[in-house]
């Protein structure tokens, strides 16, 4: 079962900068809050990882608050090529990842 | 050069049948996964390995084996494949374990078709 809650699909339009929210009620106090990005028939593929306040580097931007509660992804300036889902998960240190549904964006011209 | 690969990228078997799927990283990690996505695309763990030694079985049936040579192969060998057992199959490693930083880089996955 997963343990974060994030919306099921997204649409954007490229250019634009897109924010996918995720909530993470039942963080643990060690866990970091880790971002993977899948395209069809791929892998997930590593995005971005933090573990309070914000984290950027060149290809997002991930906000968390101080309560740790939730956390925003940042993608600026999409492209096609981002149309993809996208997970949040929970990283403990028993290395379990727990993927969720994912979300899945879907960017148009 | 592939980080994580897996062979092979398409299997196509009969019910019954006995199948393996290998998977190597070159990253040099510790740590080796395998994960299974089902045609609802959830990613689900089924095993892990550090240094060679199981750390992680989530209560996979049997006929699941994993084997590790070494640190840098993880296989997966199945028995007496199901229909059920029709999935993607994900290969992962991570440099360490143990850790709540923790990045796992995956592999191409493994489509599996028990007709």
Redesign the interface.
Known sequence: LAKTTQPISMDSYEGQEVNITCSHNNIAT???I?WYQQFP??????II?GYKTKVTNEVASLFIPADRKSSTLSLPRVSLSDTA?Y?CLD????????????TTLQVKP | DTA?SQTPKYLVTQMGNDKSIKCEQNLGHD?M?WYKQDS??????MF?Y?NKEL??N?TVPNRFSPKSPDKAHLNLHINSLELGDSAVY?C?S?QV?????????????TRLSVL
Not at chain 2, 97 to 109: P, V
């Open positions: 060690n866990d970091y880790t028939s791929q892998g997930p593929r590593f990882q889902v997970y990283s403990g240190n028993t290395g379990k990842l727990i993927f969720g549904q994912g | 994580v740590t996964y609802k695309k959830f990613l689900k763990i892990s550090n750390i992680i989530e994900f992962a991570s374990y143990g850790t709540s930083a923790n990045i796992q880089y995956f592999g191409a996955g």
